[in-house]
């Protein structure tokens, strides 16, 4: 856009610059024009009467012709002799010139000339007429019309600009419509690119959209797929386990820890490739409250016997940034943990803040002290006991988000305070 209203500036001025001077000859040429038409008057209506003296029939109807030193004079000579002049010469004579430059009286005053000889008969004489009008009219004429040349260029290089402006603002919008809803899909505020009306650009957010269904339906595929290989492969172990202890005889406690650390990796291996993680464009943003809720509802069954007093406080609204399956899968390790080792209570509390979700579940059980709830690469790798796979796939679910999972004793009641930290963007 600077090139272009730049180009056009230096375009008009030169454009200007040309007319000025074409105006400038024009007119010079229209003043002589009207000059030597005064002179061919004033010549007309000379005569001579029989005497030969010299009777001038009419002058020039301008008031300019009277004032003193005005640049507007008229003198006719008879041969070398000067038998008429306009007012506004006095005693003075015009200097001759027959050039089409301008001539500078004594006081300085540029004139424009205009001079017309005629031969008279009966007696012979030549008759010169001289007419004179100041440079400076001329001047003035070409200045006030340059001003409102000027004043129309500018009019129309502004108007040019502020509808070259326009029209590019208007034409970039659709631009910025996109990267509005780019930036609600990574937010989780939107799943799909919106149509912006213009064909140039729809086929392209169409297949922004086709694009973005593929990733999740791709994301769909693999966890489906990883589920059924679960299933497919517990009923093998299970049979493994099952010829082990056949007709009662005790079984080998080496085939059955092997059967329960192959069943222990595998299961944390298929919930490592179920995990959906955060992909721009492809998350959505959750309620987290049915969430908690529903398993709620179903670990108050799983535990009905022991009677667990059950608090929710999740503050309205409050969302979460990425896959279901992945919340569900996070926090239904870290409640069934929290009512497997509580003692009369568990309690949620949930809420979204400056910087994304925070989920605080407390419990009155024995907290730290179960090194069962310690986080560590032992339980990751090792662990073959549900409680330690539980933490790890949580510790999985969280890091794949970049958050954070803290424990730290549960001061209101003993037991255990677990924060669950999941920022409210994607992560690059």
């Known amino acids: 856009m600077a090139a272009m209203f730049l180009t056009m500036a230096l375009t008009f001025a030169v454009a200007g610059g040309l007319f000025a001077s074409a105006l400038s000859r024009n007119a010079a040429r229209d003043m002589d024009t009207r000059l030597r038409s005064i002179a061919l008057d004033l010549l007309a209506g000379l005569s001579f009467e029989p005497d030969g003296t010299a009777v001038l029939n009419r002058i020039p109807e301008r008031s300019e012709f009277d004032d003193r030193f005005s640049g507007w004079y008229w003198q006719i000579k008879v041969v070398d002799e000067i038998i008429a002049r306009s007012r506004s010469l006095l005693l003075d004579e015009l200097p001759a010139s027959r050039s089409n430059e301008p001539l500078v009286t004594p006081e300085g005053i540029a004139l424009r000339t205009a001079i017309v000889d005629r031969e008279f008969t009966n007696p012979s004489r030549l008759v010169t007429v001289q007419v004179s009008a100041p440079q400076s009219d001329v001047d003035e004429g070409v200045t006030n019309e340059l001003k409102l040349l000027g004043a129309g260029l500018t009019i129309l290089l502004l108007a040019l600009i502020a509808v070259t402006g326009w029209l590019l603002l208007r034409g970039l919008s659709p631009l910025r419509a996109i990267q509005k809803d780019l930036g609600d899909m990574i937010s989780g505020d939107s799943d799909r690119l919106q149509a912006t009306g213009y064909r140039e650009l729809d086929g392209m957010v169409g297949l922004i959209n086709s694009l973005v269904e593929q990733g999740r339906q791709k994301a769909a595929t693999h966890r489906d797929a990883a589920s059924k290989l ?65 398993l709620m509802f179903a670990f108050a069954h799983s535990y009905h016997d022991r009677q667990i007093a059950q608090t929710i406080e999740i503050s309205a609204g409050t ?65 073959t006991n549900q409680q330690g796979l539980g933490i790890a796939i949580a510790q999985e679910i969280v890091s794949a988000y970049d958050g954070t999972l803290t424990f730290a004793p549960n001061d209101a009641a003993g037991g255990l305070a677990v924060t669950v930290r999941l920022p409210g963007f994607i992560p690059e």
């Not at 517990?234 to 059955?256: E, V, Y």
């Not at 222990?264 to 995990?275: F, Q």
């Not at 309690?347 to 925070?358: F, H, I, T």
């Open 319 to 383: 969302t979460f940034l990425g896959d279901k399956d992945d919340l569900v899968e996070l926090l239904g390790n870290l409640l069934d943990n929290a009512h497997r080792f509580a003692s009369t209570r568990v309690s949620v509390d949930a809420e979204n803040d400056s910087n994304g979700l925070l989920v605080t579940i407390r419990d009155d059980g024995p907290g730290l002290n179960d090194p069962r709830l310690r986080p560590s690469k032992d339980n990751l790798e090792k662990s």
């Open 230 to 294: 679960a299933h497919a492969l517990k009923t093998p172990l299970a049979l493994i386990a099952a010829r082990t202890d056949l007709s009662g005889a005790t079984p080998d406690p080496d085939i059955q820890s092997s059967v329960a650390i192959m069943r222990s990796h595998i299961e944390h291996n298929l919930n490592r490739t179920r995990l959906a993680g955060a992909h721009s464009g492809l998350s959505v943003r959750i309620s987290v409250e049915p969430v908690v809720r529903d």
